[in-house]
């Protein structure tokens, strides 16, 4: 227990080191033990009792809520620690839900979230997390703001526009799609000097054409899901130039089939062009080396030409891009149940791009992990700037988790 805490000690240091004021770099050390703690609620007031010497309510209060510190200098250091542990295969971007019951907090509204599987009140904030498979790090957030907290937005709502001043948002943050605050975050991460080896993602981003086009403006690979409702030309269909009839503008290039969906073009290939792979060791008991089961599936893998708006960068070639197009499907079924795009090389193996689309598991493990042991949807502040401070805060106690994970036994990582 001793050694674990000097461990934090020094992890707090490193990532607190910014911090101009003594009082400041003791509370933000004082919150993340809170975190780690035992206890089924981490909010301020049941967290402060836990914490001893350092349980002082009023001031864990000011700091996470009120105290002036970007998050941003905190998220910077953390990424750069879980960048040298992890040395990280891809970043993941998803988004979890923060469920609420009234409507006093930051950019709460009814919205989906996949949290509740439903249109329900909550707060949605998107993550960027650092990962390969044995271990990933939540390192960057943004607090999706509904266009009706927006007042530049048609949806505008007077009341939740009002309520703006009084939940600290800043003025010039406005209403952007989840996929948007998704870039945003990519380009933060990047100007922090991390790495981008791959871009991991559900179809609720990699279904943006808008997208994967900025992923591919910026040079990134990337494996994200879509639905098997985009369309796709074969890898070997090729463009023709229609006849010109003189007058006129001249006709568009253009392919002289129409382009099928996804799912039609696996099926074409037939579930014979499916092959056997296994990823990774799952959660259940099995005969895998570590004594768990193999997570296995079935999978089709093509070269296509994806089409549709937005979907050719700006370049004079007349050809779409040929992309991966990844499908999973289980030998138990009668049609392909999981599509993914991808701009890997084309020699990729195939066991590799599977295991490489399917490291988002990753992602729900952190979400899992930071939820149910680190108080990721208790904090009950309604500032802008306190959930902030709390996600960056609980992500920070979950990379401390993990680092004990990576280097000694979990049966001697208590805290308590």
């Not at 943050?173 to 998704?182: D, P, S, Y």
């Amino acid at each position: 227990m001793t050694e674990v805490r000097e461990d934090l000690e020094a992890f707090a240091a490193g990532l607190f080191d910014g911090f101009f004021r003594a009082d400041q770099r003791r509370w933000g050390q004082a919150y993340v033990r809170g975190l780690l703690l035992d206890g089924r609620r981490k909010s301020v007031e049941p967290m402060a009792a836990r914490l001893g010497e350092d349980g002082n309510r009023q001031a864990l209060a000011h700091f996470i809520t009120s105290s002036p510190w970007d998050p941003a200098h905190v998220r910077a250091r953390l990424a750069w620690r879980m960048h040298e542990a992890i040395d990280p295969e891809a970043l993941i971007i998803d988004d979890t839900g923060f469920l609420k019951d009234g409507d006093a907090s930051a950019c709460v509204s009814r919205q989906y979230t996949g949290t509740a599987g439903k249109v329900t009140n909550c707060q949605v904030g998107v993550s960027l997390h650092l990962a390969r498979d044995h271990a990933s790090a939540a390192v960057n957030w943004r607090l999706f703001l509904p266009a009706s907290w927006d007042p530049a937005s048609a949806e505008a709502d007077a009341d939740k526009v009002a309520r703006r001043t009084r939940c600290g948002i800043p003025a010039r943050v406005g209403h952007m799609e989840k996929w948007q605050l998704a870039l945003d975050m990519i380009d933060e991460t990047r100007s922090w000097g991390i790495d981008v080896p791959l871009v991991v993602a559900d179809a609720g981003y990699g279904d943006a054409a808008a997208f994967r086009l900025g992923l591919e403006e910026r040079d990134l690979p990337y494996a994200v899901g879509v639905s098997g409702r985009h369309t796709a030309h074969r890898a070997d269909a090729r463009p023709v130039q229609p006849a010109y009839a003189g007058t006129g503008r001249p006709p568009h290039v253009r392919y002289p089939e129409p382009a099928q969906t996804m799912k039609e073009l696996v099926v074409a290939a037939g579930k014979a062009a499916a092959r056997p792979v296994s990823w990774r060791e799952g959660s259940r008991p099995g005969k895998g080396r570590s004594g768990f089961k193999r997570m296995y599936s079935r999978f089709v893998a093509l070269r296509v030409r994806p089409a549709g708006r937005g979907i050719r960068k700006i370049a004079d070639d007349p050809e779409l891009p040929e992309r991966w197009l990844l499908a999973e499907w289980p030998a138990g079924e009668s049609e392909p149940v999981q599509f993914w795009l991808s701009n890997l090389p084309s020699g990729m193996p195939l066991a590799t791009l599977v295991r490489l689309a399917k490291l988002r598991w990753r992602i729900d493990h952190d979400y899992r992990e930071m939820k149910q042991a680190l108080g990721l949807a208790h904090f009950e502040g309604r500032t802008w700037n306190g959930w902030h401070h709390h996600v960056t805060l609980v992500s920070a106690a979950h990379a401390f988790c993990t680092l004990q994970r990576l280097t000694r036994d979990p049966k001697d990582t208590a805290l308590v």
